[in-house]
T-cell receptor, first 111, second 114 residues
């Protein structure tokens, strides 16, 4: 059973609007959740993270929200830009263990 | 962050041949390197963890005799796919363990086995 679930394989958003990417998890023993952005045939690039002791972290156009009671986190991108079109992976991290990734959500921002 | 390079970025080989993928940590001494692979439209899955100077540990379902990992130095880890078959076609990515909360990844190697 997957520890990290991204139930939406794809999402299309109009340029300038908000993109909301969702992620659910089963394991509560984590230190951080992270979001990565990935283009085809490239390695994933770190975007933003959130500590288990926080419920929100913001960095420019990107905000991550963590709802521990629901075991749910989301990434908000506002305003969305065409250059944001990529596959977004959420991942959980516990201690020095390697990241565990979700299946990813393909975001398409339409101009 | 850590700067990581991989070579080659793209390789096509015939079934039954072996392919070596190099992963270099350019500005960081990596005692541990994580190797992931990604099949089309799938998640990045951890294959193995290599440790400098010792044997790698493999995730369940990953054949250690097929995917040979050598971590000869603090800046170089190699993954050799032995007797490659079409089902081994995938995107292979390395990532050193660092002291940061985030992991940094190499640019990946796309392997196509004909």
């Amino acid at each position: 059973d997957q520890q990290v679930k991204q139930n939406s394989p794809s999402l299309s958003v109009q340029e300038g609007r908000i993109s909301i990417l969702n992620c659910d998890y089963t394991n509560s023993m984590f230190d951080y959740f992270l979001w990565y952005k990935k283009y085809p045939a490239e390695g994933p690039t770190f975007l933003i993270s959130i500590s288990s002791i926080k419920d929100k972290n913001e960095d420019g156009r990107f905000t991550v929200f963590l709802n521990k009671s629901a075991k749910h986190l989301s990434l908000h991108i506002v305003p969305s830009q065409p250059g944001d079109s990529a596959v977004y992976f959420c991942a959980e991290k516990g201690g020095s263990a390697p990241l565990v990734f979700g299946k990813g959500t393909r975001l398409s921002v339409i101009a | 962050g850590a700067v990581v390079s991989q070579h080659p970025s793209w390789v096509i080989c015939k079934s039954g041949t072996s392919v070596k993928i190099e992963c270099r940590s350019l500005d960081f001494q990596a005692t541990t390197m994580f190797w992931y692979r990604q099949f089309p439209k799938q998640s990045l899955m951890l294959m193995a963890t290599s440790n400098e100077g010792s044997k790698a540990t493999y995730e369940q379902g990953v054949e250690k005799d097929k995917f040979l990992i050598n971590h000869a130095s603090l800046t170089l880890s190699t993954l050799t796919v032995t007797s490659a078959h079409p089902e081994d076609s995938s995107f292979y990515i390395c990532s050193p363990r660092t002291g940061y909360n985030e992991q940094f990844f190499g640019p990946g190697t796309r392997l196509t086995v004909l």
